[in-house]
């Protein structure tokens, strides 16, 4: 599975949780701006989402909330993604791997099978 075809397949429920995730403030410009991401595989057009919803997909990224596994993979997938494709010019690998490392043990075999190969891509593209 990839990443796109990972994040086409969260419910609604898991994409409105994602949305909500700077407070409730703006969730419905994220939620909007966050269907187009996922519509396009993950993919951000930074010069026109650079806050929608790449605020709260970073938030996402940044700390794994139990019982929120998905949510979590999901945006971290999205964030290395972007940093692989070389779009996201303000995370490094370094940054986006941090959180990630510390929670990778609680995470299943098939997310860490997803996320593994972007992380290791993107952390070439850092080292290069």
């Not at 949510?71 to 972007?82: D, H, P, R, Y």
Request: with cysteine; glycine share 4%; proline share 2%.
């Amino acid at each position: 599975m990839t990443v796109a075809e990972f994040i086409r397949d969260l419910s609604e429920q898991e994409r409105h949780f994602i949305a909500n995730l700077d407070y409730s403030l703006e969730a419905e410009m994220h939620q909007s701006a966050l269907d187009r991401v996922i519509k396009r595989g993950g993919l951000v057009d930074h010069s026109i989402e650079s806050w929608y919803p790449y605020e709260v997909i970073e938030l996402g990224k940044n700390c794994l909330i139990k019982g929120h596994n998905r949510e979590f993979v999901a945006c971290a997938g999205i964030v290395l993604q972007n940093i692989c494709n070389q779009s996201d010019q303000c995370n490094g690998w370094e940054i986006s791997f941090s959180e990630l490392r510390k929670v990778w043990n609680q995470l299943s075999e098939a997310h860490q099978a997803l996320l593994e190969p972007l992380a290791v891509e993107a952390k070439s593209l850092d080292e290069d």
